[in-house]
């Protein structure tokens, strides 16, 4: 039975960093993009960005360029997403999510439970 459990989430001041992890069992992704989304209250799921299988290809979305890094370790069959100056607006349930091709394609396959970050003001 395939499983994405994310860890690492939690409350932390603006300003502050957090660092969420991915962990993958049941099956091996390393020829899988896998990408990291966000569901703010009241909305709907969004991308925050994706990596390819290799690693060698990441995508980030405008609102997190520069605070945010996805990475992967394929030996350990995780994910992460290292979050770094955090601001209030980055609270949400955040998800992982492997896609069906080695590059994003958009078709996602599995998806994480989701884990809360909570920032304060």
């Known amino acids: 039975q395939v499983q994405l459990v994310e860890s690492g989430g939690g409350l932390v001041q603006t300003g502050g960093s957090l660092r969420l992890s991915c962990a993958a069992s049941?099956?091996?992704?390393?020829?899988?993009?896998m990408a990291w989304f966000r569901r703010f209250p009241g909305s709907e799921r969004g991308l925050v960005g994706h990596i390819s299988g290799s690693g060698g290809y990441i995508y980030y979305v405008d609102a997190v360029k520069g605070r945010f890094t996805i990475s992967r370790d394929n030996a350990k069959n995780t994910l992460y997403l290292q979050m770094n100056s955090l601001q209030p607006n980055d609270t949400a349930v955040y998800y992982c999510?492997?896609?069906?091709?080695?590059?994003?394609?958009?078709?996602?396959?599995?998806w994480g439970r989701g884990t809360q970050v909570t920032v304060s003001s």
């Open positions: 049941g099956r091996t992704f390393s020829n899988n993009a």
């Open positions: 999510a492997v896609d069906q091709r080695s590059s994003w394609t958009n078709t996602i396959t599995y």
